[in-house]
């Protein structure tokens, strides 16, 4: 069964470049959700997106954005890297009115150097 | 290959019971483990534990990890219907690694 995909899997960047990460979620589900894990961190939740709209805002700095396309799948920009950017960035999805479960991706580790 | 497992799959309980949820793991480079509730929005992270045998408690929750055993265990205590909800187990190997969710149910 297909899986909840991120891409890149691993991504250094350097202080003050951008990134761009990728989910794909689940064919058929809605919403997709952003988190955040840094070294040795709890991991913070960043922002969901259901039917396209932000659902939901965590803790995601203003020099990140996002949003979900008309495929549902999402994208995580971030600019103006800082080395405390450096984390686990993983995403899940859902199917809102059918199931409160989530399925999670593997995540993309950026390292800022 | 890497692999986590929860168990039970789904749980029916009355209010007031405890529940132990169980959560087993095979990965290379473990770095920790994380307890999520997830229930009609996003997952709400509960614990992450990285060090065996040391207790993690949030009021009726708690959590502990046993590396020998390579398993860690969610109990709650006195459950109430808004326990009801998936909880879900990961393991942060340098990717994250979930399981499939326990579904836990708390009739009044």
């Known amino acids: 069964a297909a899986g909840v995909i991120q891409s890149p899997r691993h991504l250094i960047k350097e202080k003050r470049e951008t990134a761009t990460l990728k989910c794909y979620p689940i064919?058929?589900?809605?919403?997709v959700y952003w988190y955040q894990q840094g070294p040795g961190q709890d991991p913070q939740f960043l922002i969901s997106?259901?039917?396209?709209?932000?659902?939901d805002k965590g803790s995601i700095p203003d020099r990140f954005s996002a949003q979900q396309f008309s495929d549902y799948h999402s994208e995580l920009n971030m600019s103006s890297l800082e080395l405390g950017d450096s984390a686990l960035y993983f995403c899940?999805?859902?199917?809102?009115?059918?199931?409160?479960?989530?399925?999670f991706g593997q995540g993309t580790r950026l390292t800022v150097v | 290959e890497d692999k986590v497992v929860q168990s039970p799959l789904s749980l029916v309980v009355h209010e007031g019971d405890t529940v132990t949820l169980n959560c087993s793991y095979e990965?290379?480079?473990?770095?920790?483990l994380l307890w999520y509730k997830q229930e009609k929005k996003a997952p709400t992270f509960l614990f992450m534990l990285?060090?065996?045998?040391i207790e993690k408690k949030s009021g009726r929750l708690s959590s502990i990890l046993d590396k020998k055993e390579l398993s860690s265990i969610l109990n709650i205590t006195a459950t109430q219907t808004g326990d009801s909800a998936i909880y879900l187990c990961?393991?942060?190997?340098?990717?994250?690694?979930f399981g499939a969710g326990t579904r836990l149910t708390v009739k009044p």
């Open positions: 990965v290379t480079n473990f770095r920790s």
């Open positions: 064919p058929r589900h809605d919403t």
């Open positions: 997106f259901y039917e396209k709209m932000q659902s």
């Open positions: 990285t060090s065996s045998g």
């Open positions: 899940a999805s859902s199917l809102v009115e059918e199931s409160t479960e989530a399925f």
């Open positions: 990961a393991v942060d190997n340098n990717d994250m690694r």
